[in-house]
C-alpha cells in the first residue's frame, strides 16, 4: 500500500516546483563559477526574444530570469511526460545523467539556432555545459520528481 502510494503521477505543481528548483540551482552555479556572470546571462537569454535591445537596458534581466524559468519548466514537464514513462525501469539518477544530456544538447541546438552561442562547445567547455545540465539542474529536478518513478 505503502508503495502504491509513493508511486503516482506528477502534478504540475510539483513539474513547476521542480523547473524552478532546477533552474535557481544551475543559474546559480554558472553565475558563481563565473561561466555565466550576472547580468549578462539573463540579457542573453532575453536576447533570444527580442534581439541584440536586451543588452541595452536592465529592464531585461527580468525578462531573461521570467525566460530561463519557463524554459526549466518546459524541461521538467518533459522529464515527467517522457523520462518517466519511457525509463521507469532505470534509477532516478541513472534516468537524470541521460536527461541532464538531452538538456544540453536540446539547449545548445536551441542556442546556436538563434545565433546565441558561436559554435558547439569542446574541451573544457563542453565538460562544463555537460556539468551544469546534468549535475545542477538534471539531478535537482530527478530528485524532486523521483517518488513519481
Known amino acids: ?12 505543481g510539483r513539474i513547476i516546483g521542480a523547473g524552478i528548483t532546477g533552474g535557481i540551482i544551475v ?6 563559477s563565473r561561466n555565466a556572470p550576472f547580468p549578462g546571462i539573463y540579457m542573453s ?20 530570469i521570467v525566460l530561463h524559468l519557463i524554459i526549466s519548466i518546459v524541461w521538467a ?14 534509477q532516478w539518477w541513472a534516468n537524470a545523467v541521460i536527461f541532464g544530456i538531452v538538456v544540453m ?11 546565441l552561442e558561436p559554435a558547439f562547445p569542446t574541451g573544457s567547455g563542453l565538460v562544463m555545459v555537460l556539468i551544469a545540465h546534468v549535475v545542477f539542474f538534471a539531478l535537482p529536478v530527478a530528485y524532486i520528481l523521483r517518488n513519481d518513478l
Not at 505503502?2 to 508511486?7: D, G, T, W, Y
Open 1 to 12: 500500500m505503502a508503495q502504491a502510494l509513493a508511486k503516482r503521477p506528477p502534478g504540475v
Open 45 to 64: 537569454i532575453a536576447s533570444g526574444l527580442v534581439g541584440p535591445a536586451a543588452f541595452s537596458s536592465p529592464g531585461y534581466i527580468a525578462l531573461g
Open 105 to 115: 544538447l536540446g539547449m545548445q541546438v536551441l542556442l546556436l539556432g538563434k545565433h
Open 77 to 90: 514537464a518533459i522529464y515527467a511526460a517522457l523520462f518517466l514513462r519511457f525509463l521507469p525501469k532505470l
Open 27 to 32: 543559474d546559480l552555479f554558472l553565475i558563481l
